[in-house]
């Protein structure tokens, strides 16, 4: 074999080792985003209760979120079939005056009949009664929800 052609089989090999290298990293980052959405989308999906599980009885329509403790106690909203971004945000459906709370601190969202919470990543937390949230978990009526010095609760 000529030094011609083993230089260019080298150089043939260089290049589909690059081309594998790169097929591979677009790849993971594909992956990664669509993980992401994924995580963020099914999020209530994986929470609700399992589909073997009996039937429990109905639930209480809540109507209303009350903040109960904090700088805004008192403050009511009225419960929409939309999400509510709950933080320090202007952009945030409640926005919250807490030292403690994030810009965009947690959101509270419908799915059936059923509300969840879910944190999104904020610095200090967000409580489902005393057990801090890794994952959106479902709300009942009553259940308090802290984030910060907020104490906030859904009601019928």
Request: charged share 20%; aromatic share 4%.
């Amino acid at each position: 074999m000529t030094e011609l052609a083993l230089t260019a089989l080298r150089l043939g090999f260089l290049i589909l080792l690059w081309i594998l290298i790169l097929s591979v990293l677009g790849a993971l980052r594909r992956d990664l985003m669509i993980g992401k959405r994924a995580r963020t989308a099914n999020a209530p999906a994986e929470a609700d209760a399992p589909a073997a599980a009996p039937q429990a009885p109905p639930r209480q329509t809540v109507h209303r979120l009350v903040l109960i403790e904090g700088p805004q106690s008192g403050t009511e909203v009225e419960l929409a079939a939309s999400p509510i971004l709950l933080g320090r945000a202007q952009e945030a459906t409640l926005v919250l005056v807490d030292d403690y709370a994030s810009a965009r601190h947690a959101r509270l969202f419908p799915q059936g009949s059923r509300w969840f919470i879910e944190d999104l990543g904020s610095t200090n937390g967000t409580y489902l009664g005393e057990s801090p949230l890794t994952r959106a978990q479902p709300v009942d009526p009553g259940q308090r929800i802290r984030i910060g010095k907020t104490v906030m609760e859904l009601r019928p």
